[in-house]
């Protein structure tokens, strides 16, 4: 067993990779795209694209694979989880600089992204031998019903980019757990740290065609991918536009899917809220990976008597963030390449004008000419239709709007296609229940931003933010089918 105990936390990782993983092997390609350092624009290593040919030797294994690994004790399978579990934590150091140096994140939030894909790992290992069936009452002794949990198959599973680590382990563990085999595709901006963690899993022991992978452009490779008649269950996390399609292929195949979107955050701050809480968590909430989370805090709604308040204490946070390259550690990084940078500077010129205000950043750091950096930035709005209100912004720029009272912030909250995640920020706990009622989302925090502190709390979603039960002990059941089973007892 390697070890990389003794690397230095931010000795600069190689780009280098094959993409192609099918049935044991990583396989050499012809053609290769760059790995590029988001901070510097430097091409920092290659990685060899998979083939679309690829797709049906990939099926292919993972078909091959898919009774043994069904017949494979789930104790083993946990096991084996929980080898790969303790394989990332030996490892987080290297695997938090692949992910940070590929994505332009700060390396702590790497190593945290990386902590936090062990710990599903980890958490996922010990429910592999608890998914269990019911039994059935009947209608006479003479006769015996019960229900049995079995793999769908073939799983195809499509990622993001913006946090690689968590979300391979958060969908590669439930559905390895419950028996299923699977094709990855990472997305092809940032797939580093998912090669890493799959070279991991090999050494944790998960047989040949188990896990495949395949690594190149999404309407190629993935499009070819989702739509294949050997794929039994799709997993996609992604953009909205992409989610469509992805759900258009598994129509037509008549395959279940579960879509992870976007979203369009709310932090909801009343006037008894305790500001020295609040604010630094929302300034975090919208900063953290650049903004580039699907749970990122994007709008910040206030109540009118404490407005001003909250709107001068987070400008002044937010212009005090540190903004550097990867390895320099500190606050915030660049945006992932020079399209995003392009797209986010786009959204937020054009929203400018009646309405909506800029109060603070939507240009380049001051110094920063190279790289795809973005000032932390904050536009008011008064307009409560402008469209910068429910478009996905992908990038660290924060709406502020206010309003009056609990109706009013409940229809503010609920004003968006999305319903991914919002923030309750009141000492009121009757107030605060009822917003968890009222508020659209498939997860709600209260006086926090987002889990933190909850293990196992189901990545949940509404509205055009998705559907599943990903995550927790219940996430397990989304990578399982039920089969019914009666008996007549005879003699
Ligand atoms: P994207 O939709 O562009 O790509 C996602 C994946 O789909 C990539 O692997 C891509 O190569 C692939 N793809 C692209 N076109 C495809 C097609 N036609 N068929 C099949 N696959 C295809 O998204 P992105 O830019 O990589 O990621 C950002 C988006 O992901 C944001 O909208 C963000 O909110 C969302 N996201 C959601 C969650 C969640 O849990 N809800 C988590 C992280 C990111």
């Not at 949990?149 to 979300?167: D, F, K, M, S, T």
């Not at 979107?261 to 900063?287: C, H, M, Q, W, Y």
Request: charged share 20%; net charge negative; with cysteine.
């Amino acid at each position: 067993m390697t070890t990389d105990a003794k690397t230095p936390a931010a000795a600069a990782p190689s780009g280098d990779h094959l993409g192609t993983f099918i049935g044991g092997s990583w396989l050499e390609r012809s053609s290769a795209f760059p790995s590029v350092d988001p901070a510097t624009g430097e091409t920092f290593g290659r990685i060899a694209a998979s083939e679309v040919a690829d797709v049906d030797r990939a099926v292919s294994a993972a078909r091959a694979a898919a009774r043994d690994w069904s017949r494979t004790s789930p104790s083993e399978r946990g096991a084996i989880l929980g080898r790969w579990a303790g394989l990332v934590f030996q490892h987080q150091h290297r695997l938090a600089a692949l992910e940070a140096r590929n994505v332009g994140k700060p390396l702590s939030g790497g190593l945290l992204n990386v902590q936090i894909a062990g710990s599903i790992l980890q958490f996922t290992s010990g429910g592999a031998d608890k998914l269990t069936g019911a039994t059935l009452p009947t209608r006479s002794p003479d006769y015996f019903g019960f229900t049995r949990r079995e793999p769908h198959g073939v799983c195809a599973i499509v990622l993001p980019w913006n946090v690689p680590a968590v979300l391979c382990a958060a969908n590669l563990a439930p559905a390895l757990a419950a028996g299923n085999t699977v094709v990855l595709k990472p997305s092809e901006v940032a797939p580093l740290v998912i090669h890493a963690l799959v070279e991991l899993a090999e050494e944790a022991g998960l047989p040949a065609g188990v896990l495949n992978v395949l690594t190149g452009i999404g309407v190629e490779l993935g499009a070819t991918l989702v739509s294949h008649p050997g794929i039994d269950h799709i997993s996609f996390v992604g953009s909205v536009a992409t989610g469509r399609l992805v759900m258009q292929a598994a129509a037509q195949n008549l395959i279940p899917i579960k879509v992870e979107l976007g979203g369009k955050s709310p932090n909801v701050v009343f006037a008894d809220a305790d500001l020295e809480v609040a604010v630094p968590a929302i300034v975090r909430s919208i900063t953290e990976n650049a903004g580039q989370n699907c749970n990122a805090g994007s709008r910040l709604l206030v109540e009118t008597g404490i407005a001003d308040e909250v709107r001068s204490r987070v400008l002044a946070a937010m212009g005090e963030i540190r903004i550097g390259a990867w390895d320099d550690d500190l606050d915030m990084g660049p945006l992932v390449n020079q399209a995003q940078h392009a797209r986010v500077s786009g959204l937020v010129e054009g929203a400018l004008g009646d309405g909506v205000e800029l109060l603070l950043g939507g240009t380049r750091p001051e110094g920063r000419d190279s790289g795809n950096f973005l000032s932390p930035t904050v536009l008011e709005v008064t307009d409560r239709n402008a469209p910068i209100v429910g478009q996905e912004i992908f990038g660290p720029v924060l709406t502020v709007e206010t309003f009056t009272g609990d109706d009013d912030a409940i229809a503010l909250a609920n004003g968006t296609d999305f319903g991914l995640l919002a923030c309750i920020w009141t000492q009121d706990v009757s107030r605060a229940l009822r917003m968890s009622a009222e508020i659209g989302a498939g997860q709600i925090s209260v006086n926090q931003f987002s889990d933190a502190g909850v293990i196992g709390m189901p990545f949940n979603m509404a509205k055009q933010s998705g559907f599943s039960a990903g995550n927790g002990y219940r996430g397990l059941y989304e990578f399982t089918r039920e089969k019914a089973v009666a008996v007549k007892l005879l003699g």
